[in-house]
């Protein structure tokens, strides 16, 4: 039988297991990547590690998120990653260099080659061909010492584009009709492959917006071929020798095939406050619209910000809409400038914002209360936008410039065919801008003994976990619904971020949006569990979602399924997600409930574990590997290495 591209690549980095799909495999990573949200943890813990320098191909930390500098916070955060990187061995991308994704995309990214990133939109790196994958810290920090990265084997969905998208449909339009038709879980235990006759007319920075949203389906990860594209792209980056080519076998096998005909695609829209919640610009059209923002991992490309631009040419945005633009990384900041569209974009009413994540993380310029804000963004979860009544939609580039033009939802193509051209008209330059100055290059290994780590006062200690006992009595401290996201779990938005590396701080805000009593009631618990409904933990890589209950008494999370990161990070802080062999018992559950967990040693073995609840018996699942029994048993992974 032929393989896919992604099981080519997986059998070229195997040090474990077998590609039976649904089995343990451990993989050989050549690159990995942090942001500073996730990194500043990820470095503590790869200097607990005690390993001299990094052992990947290349390890790159990037300062994207956490760039408002308002107080000392995220200031020494930065200094303390970039005197990490300089001492063990990894590029220090600046603050203002760009957004880790699109950076990585054009300046690092290799076709054929395995990237992990402590972040979940590292699939990012698909569009160009890698098998790229969003993980918590720790395992990034395993994986820079050299260590594997361990996942279940996906099943296969294969994608088939046909047609040609009309005139103001775009890539986002494909993310958004994927999501529609697979739901924020559609993707769990897959990775999808995008292929078919319609993808040679989309370019690298498009297909990466796709793979980049299929972090959004709940994807293992999402890949293109490296072909023709790929080549020409990396060509324009100066990069043409790191060009493989890599197509699926014609005799490949997918679990699942879905035809999309571009052609008949039109402009899409998510609704708040979930990236599935999609429908067709024209069903929401005419909806008042306070703000609109174009940027983020998923839209920031030379590409988008020029269609934009042609857009906004000779135009002013609707007074009553307030616009921003965050230009994905410096190239494209600097080619935009000195191709003259900068400036249309600014004459428009325009403000520009930083190369960074900004709005997408609440990093700033937050809605007005109650307010409609339309994003190029991938998540629109609520609360995320740091207005907790902001009704975030998500869309293309295209999309939100006619939205701000308007003052309203507006259906991109009733900008007219004049428009129409300008947009098609936009042409790329042959060679892309290299400046690679805001890449600062590690010590050698020779100097790195004298590099001193500055780690400022935030920085608190990592909470560890106790070993398994073989009772666990707890009080269900919280039950939620479907589809909790890391934003529920552990918020972010500006007043939070900074303190990433100070869990204690942190607590404070756990579960904030769903319910602020949580942490002050976990506390007095002592010991608790939480119980969720479907893809408990979506979104997010942040470790800190596992941490923080960790540290505020959770010691197991009962769910009806877990999304695929965040089960990972529970494991390696030593909490144990299980799942419901009847789901209906869901229901039996309470919050405020006194329960326990008996025989858990017996549980390990069998995979079934018992959680005794006034008279009643519930069957809980919990099918672990010996690696994962051994970190649950030891309170997780730090303590069991
Ligand atoms: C996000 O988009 O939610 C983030 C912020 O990039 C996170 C990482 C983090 O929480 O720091 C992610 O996607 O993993
Ligand atoms: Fe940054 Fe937003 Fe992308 Fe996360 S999704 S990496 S916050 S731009």
């Known amino acids: 039988m032929g393989l896919t591209i992604a099981q ?70 930065h200094r303390f990653i970039q005197s990490m990187a300089k001492k ?25 080659k395995t990237l992990i990133g402590s972040d979940s939109h590292t699939p990012t790196g698909g569009g160009i061909g890698m098998l790229a994958m969003g993980a918590g810290g720790l395992d990034v920090a ?32 494909v993310s958004l009709e994927i999501l529609r038709i697979l739901s924020v879980k559609g993707g769990v235990g897959y990775i999808i492959e995008w292929g078919g006759p319609g993808i040679a007319r989309l370019s690298v920075p498009e297909r990466a917006t796709i793979t980049n949203m299929g972090t959004e389906l709940g994807a293992t990860t999402s890949i293109f071929p490296s072909d023709e594209v790929t080549k020409a792209f990396l060509e324009k980056e100066g990069r043409g020798g790191d060009y493989v080519p890599l197509a699926s076998d014609s005799d490949a096998e997918y679990d699942r095939v879905i035809d999309i005909d571009l052609s008949a695609l039109e402009p899409m ?13 024209s069903d929401v059209a005419g909806t008042k619209v306070d703000q609109v923002c174009i940027g983020s991992c998923t839209n920031s490309s030379l590409f988008d910000m020029m269609k934009v631009a042609a857009i906004l040419r000779d135009h002013v945005i609707d007074p009553s809409v307030s616009l921003s633009i965050s230009p994905g990384s410096k190239q494209v900041l ?18 520009l914002l930083e190369c960074a994540c900004g709005p997408c993380i609440g990093m700033g310029f937050s809605p007005n209360s109650g307010g409609v804000s339309l994003r190029t963004f991938n998540r629109n979860f609520e609360g995320r936008s740091g207005t907790k009544d902001g009704k975030v939609y998500l869309v293309s580039p295209e999309t939100a410039a006619a939205a701000a033009l308007f003052g309203e939802i507006t259906d991109p193509r009733k900008l007219g065919e004049e428009t129409a051209a300008r947009v098609l008209g936009v042409k790329l330059p042959d060679e892309f801008k290299i400046d690679d100055s805001a890449v600062i290059e590690p ?34 401290v919280l039950k939620v619904g479907d589809n909790i996201t890391t934003d529920h779990i552990m918020p972010a938005g500006s007043k939070i971020l900074p303190y990433r590396s100070n869990i204690p701080h942190l607590s404070q805000y756990c579960f904030e949006v769903v319910d602020p009593s949580f942490p002050e009631r976990a506390k007095a618990a002592g010991t608790s569990i939480v119980v969720g409904g479907e893809n408990y933990g979506q979104g997010s890589s942040r470790e800190h979602a596992a941490l923080v209950p960790l540290y505020l008494g959770v010691r197991a999370v009962v769910a009806k399924s877990f999304a695929r990161i965040h089960a990972a990070n529970l494991i390696n802080a030593g909490i144990m997600p299980l799942t419901f062999v009847d789901a209906a018992d869901y229901d039996i559950l309470k919050q405020g409930e006194k329960v326990r967990i008996t025989g858990t040693e017996e549980g390990l073995e069998t995979g079934v574990f018992k959680l005794v609840c006034g008279d009643s018996e519930i069957k809980l699942k919990g099918e672990f590997t010996e690696r994962q029994k051994k970190m649950i048993r030891a309170g997780g992974l730090l303590r069991s290495v």
């Open 8 to 77: 080519k690549i997986i059998k070229a980095h195997l040090l474990e297991g077998d590609m039976t799909p649904g089995s343990e495999i451990a993989l050989r990573i050549d690159q990995t990547l942090t942001q500073d949200a996730t990194g500043t943890m990820a470095y503590l813990e790869f200097e607990a590690m005690g390993i001299p320098r990094v052992r990947t191909e290349l390890s790159v930390a990037y300062i994207d998120h956490n760039t408002l500098q308002s107080g000392f916070m995220n200031a020494d955060d």
């Open 88 to 112: 063990y061995g990894l590029k220090f991308s600046r603050p203002g260099n760009g957004i880790c994704h699109q950076v990585h995309l054009e300046r690092f990214g290799k076709p054929g």
């Open 443 to 476: 010590a050698s290994p020779e100097e790195a003994g004298s590099v001193e780590i500055l780690k400022g006062p935030n920085i608190k200690d990592c909470p560890v976990g106790d070993p398994l006992t073989d009772e666990i009595e707890a009080e269900i």
């Open 269 to 281: 829209i998510a609704c708040p406050h979930s990236p599935d919640a999609v429908v067709k610009v």
């Open 142 to 173: 395993v994986a820079m010492g050299g260590g594997a990265y361990y996942i279940t084997m996906p099943r296969m969905i294969k994608v088939n584009l046909t047609g040609k998208l009309a005139p103001f449909v775009t890539a986002k339009d």
């Open 334 to 351: 600097s080619m935009l400038a000195e191709s003259g569209a900068l400036n249309d974009i600014l004459s428009s009413g325009a403000r």
